[in-house]
Structure formats: structure tokens, C-alpha cells
């Protein structure tokens, strides 16, 4: 765990029963099967998914080809960001990889929130910075680590990717082809 997410997980044991009974005033638990979509291109993610059970993974399409960007597991915040942040239509699917249950939470009411919270503020920065930081680390590797590096990388770091995830989705999330990555796969 990184000092930023400790730092996250210290905020979130802190709250308080107030502000712990508004957030839960305005989150819904909700069950996707798997292959449900809890986002489409051109809707407005007007909602955060805290993964609570299964798996999920973002992806955008290009061409007719999908390129998957993120994969969610428990305690993981997916939303579209760009989306979320200007509440206007995106370009990324949400999708659920596994029987998924997600504990949803409306944008314009956790605004309000945090307008009489100042932890939730506090809390949503945290989160915004941690983002940017993963974001900055996977441009990083991208631009300067071959196909094999990022494999290795990604199997190192997240090796729960690896074990849960399918190939075919791994290979898109690491820009390589399925055979590419299958020769990598051989090699190692």
C-alpha cells in the first residue's frame, strides 16, 4: 500500500457517524451481472462505483478495436473521469467482468456534501491526487518500458490482474497484440 492510500484509508476511519449517515444517504448498493455495463459511450457518468465484490474494467473503442485502460477490483473507484469531473457525455465504457456489486454514489449530491463537509473535500482530493499519480506512473511505463518490461511490471505490481483478468483484456491494457503478449507469456 502506498503512503497515499494510507493517507486515504487514515481520512476514511476518521469520519465521523454524520458524515458516514450522509454518504449513506446518498449511495445505492447495486448488482451487475457480468457483461452488464455500468457505463456507455455518450452518458454522462453522473455516478461513482465503489467496487465492494468482483471485477470491472474501463475501455474506449477505437476503429472497432477495444482498448481497455483500467481494471477495477474491491475497494477500487471507477468512474470516467473526464465525464465525472465536467458531467458531460464520454468516451469510456464501464463494463463488469465478473457477477460485480458496487456501492453507486450521485454526483451532484456528494458535491452537495462536500460544500458542508470539509472532509469529503479533503477525502475527494486525496483521490483525485492518487488517480493523477497511477495515471503519471502507467503514461511513465508506457512511454519508456517495452511489451516485456510492462508485463513484467504489471505482473510484479498486480499480479491479481494477471490471475483474474482475461488475456485478450490484459494484452489491450498493456498495448500489445494477443500474440505478442502470448509470445511474452512463452518467454517468461
Same mark, same amino acid.
Given at each position: 500500500?502506498?503512503?497515499h492510500? &494510507?493517507?486515504?484509508? #487514515?481520512?476514511?476511519?476518521s469520519l465521523?457517524?454524520?458524515?458516514?449517515?450522509?454518504?449513506?444517504?446518498?449511495?445505492?448498493t447495486?448488482?451487475?451481472? $457480468?457483461?452488464?455495463?455500468?457505463? $456507455?459511450?455518450?452518458?454522462v457518468c453522473?455516478?461513482?462505483?465503489w467496487?465492494?465484490?468482483?471485477?470491472?474494467? %474501463?475501455?474506449?473503442?477505437? %476503429?472497432?478495436r477495444?482498448?481497455?485502460?483500467e481494471?477495477?477490483? #474491491?475497494d477500487?473507484?471507477? @468512474?470516467?473521469?473526464?465525464?465525472y469531473t465536467? +458531467?458531460?457525455p464520454?468516451?469510456?465504457?464501464?463494463?463488469?467482468?465478473?457477477?460485480l456489486?458496487?456501492?453507486?454514489?450521485?454526483?451532484?449530491?456528494? +458535491?452537495?456534501? #462536500?460544500? %458542508?463537509?470539509?472532509?469529503?473535500q479533503?477525502?475527494?482530493?486525496?483521490m483525485?491526487?492518487?488517480?493523477?499519480?497511477? &495515471?503519471e506512473? $502507467?503514461?511513465f511505463? &508506457?512511454h519508456t +518500458?517495452?511489451?516485456? +518490461?510492462?508485463?513484467?511490471? &504489471?505482473c510484479?505490481?498486480?499480479?491479481?490482474i494477471?490471475?483474474?483478468?482475461?488475456? *485478450?483484456?490484459?494484452?489491450?491494457?498493456?498495448?500489445?497484440?494477443?500474440e *505478442?503478449?502470448?509470445? @511474452?507469456?512463452a $518467454?517468461?
Amino acid at each position: 500500500m502506498t503512503s497515499h492510500q &494510507l493517507k486515504i484509508e #487514515k481520512l476514511t476511519n476518521s469520519l465521523d457517524a454524520p458524515v458516514l449517515a450522509a454518504l449513506n444517504a446518498i449511495s445505492i448498493t447495486k448488482t451487475y451481472n $457480468k457483461s452488464d455495463f455500468l457505463l $456507455k459511450e455518450g452518458d454522462v457518468c453522473s455516478k461513482s462505483f465503489w467496487i465492494e465484490e468482483g471485477i470491472a474494467r %474501463k475501455f474506449y473503442t477505437n %476503429k472497432d478495436r477495444e482498448i481497455t485502460t483500467e481494471f477495477y477490483f #474491491k475497494d477500487d473507484l471507477a @468512474i470516467a473521469y473526464e465525464s465525472y469531473t465536467l +458531467q458531460k457525455p464520454g468516451r469510456e465504457y464501464i463494463q463488469a467482468l465478473t457477477e460485480l456489486k458496487v456501492n453507486t454514489t450521485d454526483y451532484a449530491s456528494f +458535491q452537495d456534501l #462536500k460544500k %458542508k463537509y470539509t472532509e469529503l473535500q479533503e477525502l475527494d482530493f486525496l483521490m483525485t491526487e492518487f488517480y493523477a499519480l497511477w &495515471l503519471e506512473e $502507467k503514461v511513465f511505463e &508506457l512511454h519508456t +518500458q517495452n511489451a516485456t +518490461q510492462r508485463y513484467q511490471n &504489471l505482473c510484479a505490481k498486480s499480479a491479481h490482474i494477471i490471475r483474474h483478468v482475461p488475456l *485478450t483484456h490484459i494484452a489491450s491494457y498493456l498495448n500489445v497484440s494477443l500474440e *505478442t503478449l502470448s509470445r @511474452i507469456r512463452a $518467454k517468461i
